[in-house]
């Protein structure tokens, strides 16, 4: 049976999100949860919402926790058995298949590349969202947080773990890569984008070249690199955006009897318009470039 340890004590409604999540999961796919926490206290929690605890869930004790703000180096010193570090061990030593955390991103970063190890030829993982396009297929954006620095070498791993990865789970069989940029031309940019789109075009990916904010989502292009930097601010403006739109939409909606009458009428489509952009439709994303299947 699949086990994952699920960090219980990484969200900011911890460990009681979590623990809802852990239950609700065990209801609907068949798989074991190893929840990673104080135990004791997890217990505690566990019992007041489940009464008896779930043949499936599995406790393991990790008595500190990295806090949200917490400096990341400062953490790993002191912190040796945080759930973070207790999860990561877990998978690593084979007492569970994944990893997944809403923790610090910075700890998670830098404990995966410690426990899990990178693969050959990664010198940094980078975390990889999905986002809907206008056309059927997804388009792979990474990295969106894991690395605020980079190099243009580093970009260039990240067009080749978005290429695989678009391959193996999205089922698209020639990626088409492009570097996020202030603009088509090749000149274009700072001197990360200008260096990284020489090198982009030497790797032997199907590169297409630059790709402005505007074009990320019509769907002609299946990967899209960039720093993790401005990956996060794509991320959360597309986010921030659309919680706009879905907000001033019900507004209009509402606005009169007529337009009540046709938002009953269009409820289903209201729906299946959210479902396909809403974020919240997504757990979490994967880290790519380590060893182990890490999920934030």
Not at 48 to 60: D, E, I, M, S, V
Not at 275 to 291: I, M, Q, S
Request: proline share 4%; aromatic share 4%.
């Amino acid at each position: 049976m699949l086990t994952i340890a699920l960090d219980a004590m990484g969200g900011d409604a911890a460990p009681r999100s979590e623990i809802e999540g852990a239950l609700q999961a065990l209801e609907d796919f068949p798989m074991a949860v190893l929840l990673i926490g104080p135990e004791v206290r997890l217990r505690d929690e566990v019992r007041k919402r489940a009464g008896t605890r779930p043949r499936a869930l599995h406790f393991l004790d990790a008595p500190s926790v990295i806090e949200m703000d917490e400096p990341v180096a400062q953490a790993l010193r002191r912190k040796r058995r945080s759930s973070i570090h207790v999860g990561m061990r877990a998978v690593q030593e084979g007492r569970a298949s994944a990893f997944v955390s809403a923790g610090n991103t910075g700890a998670i970063m830098a404990l995966a590349k410690l426990v899990m190890r990178t693969l050959p030829m990664i010198d940094r993982p980078a975390l990889a969202a999905v986002l809907p396009t206008l056309t059927s297929r997804w388009a792979v954006l990474l990295d969106v947080g894991a690395n605020s620095d980079c190099k243009p070498h580093h970009l260039v791993q990240f067009a080749m773990m978005g290429d695989i990865y678009a391959r193996s789970l999205l089922g698209v069989k020639r990626p088409r890569v492009g570097q996020i940029s202030i603009g088509e031309e090749e000149a274009k940019g700072n001197d990360l984008t200008r260096e990284t789109y020489k090198l982009l075009e030497q790797s032997g990916l199907n590169f297409v070249g630059n790709v402005e904010g505007r074009d990320i989502c019509t769907g002609e292009t299946d990967v899209l690199v960039c720093d993790g930097f401005t990956g996060n601010v794509i991320l959360k403006t597309s986010e921030g955006i659309l919680e706009m739109l879905l907000k001033v939409l019900r507004q209009e909606m509402t606005k009169s009897v007529r337009t009540q009458v046709g938002a009953l009428l269009s409820r289903p489509a209201f729906q299946r318009l959210k479902n396909r952009f809403d974020y919240a439709e997504f757990g979490g994303v994967p880290l790519l470039g380590v060893r182990h299947t890490c999920i934030i």
